[in-house]
């Protein structure tokens, strides 16, 4: 058994405020050190409910765990290019095949190309186009977890410009129909296997629209 750490680490980023404070000094004499943290539900390597897009939709404490824990095929992308659209006759050749009721697991390994805690990380990104998204949403998977920024239009937010929401096309065709979004992984380079056992488990965070997820696959287990 294998262990494969796939979440970013909660640290000063220029897209995201993060605001870690410490209370306690035990080498001064203080009997706790507690830390405090603030940034938001979407940062870093999180899990999306469907309160996100959808008025009076559920939220985060909602999400059943085993919807984003358990069996997951990985789809091999990592020679995808710098914004290259990736379409539903590149996923269905990347996709190793597998049941209905399976997460299933975009690996681009972008981060190998692009730091995260740059710009680059989207803007250079790859992405999927729209018919991509209807055919993971044909998979009927319980949650799609990527590794790289999936909607195009995520990078036009670094700059404030908003487009037509449909153009967010995971959010709009998987999200809507309650197919869990798990984003902003790190680390897929590492994986060895084609199917693992995946734990994205969100906080519980009661009334959120998201919470951030410790994720990881586990190999070796021939799920």
């Known amino acids: 058994m294998r262990i494969v750490d796939l979440s970013m680490p909660v640290a000063p980023h220029f897209r995201w405020p993060v605001e870690l404070t410490v209370r306690g000094d035990i080498a001064a004499g203080d009997q706790f050190r507690v830390s405090r943290l603030v940034t938001s539900c979407h940062s870093f390597s ?27 095929r990985v789809l091999d992308l ?13 996923l269905a050749a ?30 250079d990104a790859p992405f999927l186009t729209r018919d991509a998204a209807e055919w993971l949403a044909e998979r009927r998977p319980t949650a799609l977890a990527f590794d790289f920024p999936q909607d195009f239009p995520i990078r036009l937010l670094l700059d404030g410009i908003a487009v037509p929401f449909s153009e967010h096309v995971t959010h709009d065709i998987c999200l809507r129909v309650g197919i869990t979004l798990i984003e902003y992984m790190v680390n897929t380079a590492s994986l060895t296997e084609r199917r693992v056992l995946l734990s994205a488990a969100p906080l519980l965070v009661p009334g959120a ?6 994720i990881y696959a586990i190999e070796g287990l021939g799920v």
Not at 46 to 72: F, W, Y
Not at 94 to 123: K, N, Q, S, Y
Request: charge should be negative; aromatic fraction near 4%.
């Open 46 to 72: 999180h899990v999306d409910a469907q309160a996100h897009v959808i008025a009076h939709a559920p939220t985060i404490e909602a999400t059943p765990l085993d919807r984003v824990v358990g069996p997951c």
């Open 94 to 123: 990347a996709d190793p095949g597998g049941v209905e009721g399976e997460i299933l697991l975009l690996a681009t390994a972008w981060d190998r190309h692009r730091d995260p805690g740059t710009r680059e990380f989207w803007t």
């Open 78 to 90: 990592r020679d995808a290019r710098p914004a290259e659209p990736l379409d539903a006759a590149r």
């Open 209 to 214: 629209d998201g919470a951030p997820a410790r």
